[in-house]
């Protein structure tokens, strides 16, 4: 097996008049940190979201070959299924809601059929404590600073069982 968690393979993706990426290939070997860098328009967060299944299957040409397997992602929770999270430089938190709420939107902890707020505490304080944030899980998302913000979304990712972890220009804020 290889020791890659990702290769993408011969990547194009085109636009009506625009070739946005031309051929790529990437590898990243498992626990390894990687920067794609380059100018505006040149494709990065096109990369991105091919890998995502922002852009699905069929709409760009390569293979993603991920954890060893082919995959063909129609869309972003097919990709967060396997393991893959994106967190946009734009980021997706609800000002009104706490970070607990936040961090397990969409992905909520349920018994019984209902949503429990026991554990839903107790996890956020968890996944909280490993990004190094030390708020009150109860505490609204409009109440933190942005910085604080970008470390509740890493924290959402970190509760979806992630694998990979894809972060769109993570110092602009």
Request: proline fraction near 3%; charged fraction near 25%.
């Amino acid at each position: 097996m290889s020791n890659h968690i990702l290769e993408m393979r011969s990547i194009t993706k085109t636009f009506p008049g625009v070739v946005a990426l031309d051929n790529v290939t990437l590898e990243v070997t498992r626990g390894e940190i990687h920067a794609i860098c380059g100018e505006n328009g040149a494709g990065k967060s096109t990369l991105m979201k091919v890998l995502s299944g922002v852009y699905p299957h069929g709409t760009y040409d390569g293979d993603i070959v991920f954890d060893g397997q082919v995959m063909e992602f129609k869309n972003i929770r097919e990709s967060e299924a396997k393991g893959i999270v994106i967190i946009h430089q734009e980021l997706a938190l609800s000002p009104y809601l706490s970070i607990a709420e936040n961090i397990f939107l969409n992905n909520e902890i349920r018994k019984f059929g209902l949503i429990d707020w026991n554990k839903t505490g107790q996890e956020s304080q968890l996944l909280m404590a490993k990004v190094g944030l030390k708020e009150n899980p109860n505490t609204l998302i409009k109440d933190i600073g942005v910085g604080k913000q970008q470390l509740v979304e890493i924290a959402k990712a970190l509760s979806k069982r992630v694998k990979l972890l894809i972060l769109d220009e993570p110092t602009a804020a």
